[in-house]
């Protein structure tokens, strides 16, 4: 099993191949995104529980997210979970922010920190990528 910051790695290494090819995010920029024109960070990640912790860690992602939309760069997130695998689940987080802001920043604030922890104590498997949008379509 992957260790922690095994999975932290993972995540700034795939933020860094996407900053570096995305020209319209700077990969430079250490603070905020403030302008609305701006591209944000869009965090995909895909979570698996056993079918007994199902409905707890549900449960749990709901809360922490009732948390992280007060904070200031939150903008949203979706949270879905598998029609055939109940236990699987997928969050789809937005966000007005760097993916370096991000990483040392928001995931040392204490909900994510014990977040962590619920992850161990539940034994959840991870798989988060960082994004950028390119394209938004809606129904015509």
Not at 5 to 26: E, G, P, R, Y
Not at 41 to 56: D, H, M, Q, S, Y
Request: net charge positive.
């Amino acid at each position: 099993m992957k260790t922690y910051s095994d999975k932290i790695k993972k995540l700034a290494f795939t933020a860094i191949i996407i900053l570096t090819t995305q020209i319209s995010v700077h990969a430079q920029q250490s603070t905020l995104i403030q302008d609305k024109n701006s591209t944000p960070l869009v965090l995909c990640i895909k979570f698996k529980t056993t079918p007994e912790n199902a409905e707890g860690f549900k449960n749990v992602l709901i809360k922490l997210f009732d948390t992280i939309s007060h904070e200031q760069n939150f903008v949203a997130a979706d949270l879905h979970q598998a029609i055939r695998k109940p236990e699987e689940f997928l969050v789809y987080e937005t966000w007005n922010d760097t993916v370096s802001h991000f990483i040392n920043v928001q995931m040392k604030k204490t909900y994510a920190v014990e977040f962590e922890k619920v992850l161990k104590q539940m034994n959840v498997e991870r798989s988060p990528e960082a994004y950028t949008s390119f394209g938004h379509l809606t129904k015509k």
